[in-house]
């Protein structure tokens, strides 16, 4: 992402072995970007929109603004409404890195 950008982040996970959604009513999406030295949090966004099964966090300009460009570790958690928490890994990786990059000021 290039700092001070707007985008989302979607996702639409199911239930292992089944065909339900995870996001439905009740459940609430959670975005948590850390730096990857030290863990430290450095954002916290969350959602409880969700349609068809998508929930998507949106980052804002102002999300990234105070945030060194650099790479970071990312984690998205749903937690359902009956309180049961999921930690979202695609397939086959161990970590979710994020990396957020300068943008070519205008003018310059």
């Known amino acids: ?62 999300d990234t603004q105070d945030i060194d460009a650099g790479t970071y570790i990312y984690d998205l958690v749903v937690v359902r409404a009956d309180g049961t928490r999921d930690t979202l890994i695609p397939q086959g990786r161990s970590s979710l890195y994020f990396v957020i990059k300068e943008g070519v000021k205008q003018g310059q």
Not at 19 to 25: A, G, I, M, Q
Not at 29 to 57: A, H, R
């Open 1 to 62: 992402m290039i700092k001070l950008d707007t985008g989302p982040i979607s996702v639409r996970p199911k239930v292992k072995g089944t065909n339900e959604y995870l996001l439905t009513d009740g459940a609430t999406l959670y975005f948590t970007l850390k730096k990857l030295k030290d863990g430290q949090i450095v954002m916290n966004k969350s959602t409880t929109d969700f349609e068809d099964g998508v929930g998507s966090i949106v980052l804002e300009s102002t």
